[in-house]
Nanobody
Framework: QVQLVESGGGLVQAGGSLRLSCAAS????????LGWFRQAPGKEREFVAT????????YYADSVKGRFTISRDNAKNTVYLQMNSLKPEDTAVYYC?????????????????WGQGTQVTVSS
């Protein structure tokens, strides 16, 4: 069982940066792959980034590649999403999620545990 709590969202101007954090409970954090997803108003949830369990192998959606960086600190049971060069279209509720599957997982149904979400708003 893993509980996830996101933080770090807020209001930022276009071109600015934010760093989201997701703190996890449990002693087996390093054995989970972690992902970030987002959902804008009136849109379906979409994949943003993922990092594999135990290794720093990452994968990004094309829309954020080169601007966002996912990382994890297993000693702190925390996964991060550094977001740079933010655009108004990045506005959404951002969720972190954990999966026990191996490999790169970009689909929400592969993730068993979800946080409550944190709002990111980018003004133009």
């Amino acid at each position: 069982q893993v509980q996830l709590v996101e933080s770090g969202g807020g209001l930022v101007q276009a071109g600015g940066s934010l760093r989201l954090s997701c703190a996890a409970s449990g002693r087996t954090f390093s054995s989970y792959g972690l992902g970030w997803f987002r959902q804008a108003p009136g849109k379906e949830r979409e994949f943003v980034a993922t990092i594999r369990r135990n290794v720093d192998n990452t994968y990004y959606a094309d829309s954020v590649k080169g601007r966002f960086t996912i990382s994890r600190d297993n000693a702190k049971n925390t996964v991060y999403l550094q977001m740079n060069s933010l655009k108004p279209e990045d506005t959404a509720v951002y969720y972190c999620a954990a999966t026990s599957y191996y490999g790169i997982r970009q689909y929400g149904h592969d993730y068993s545990y979800w946080g409550q979400g944190t709002q990111v708003t980018v003004s133009s």
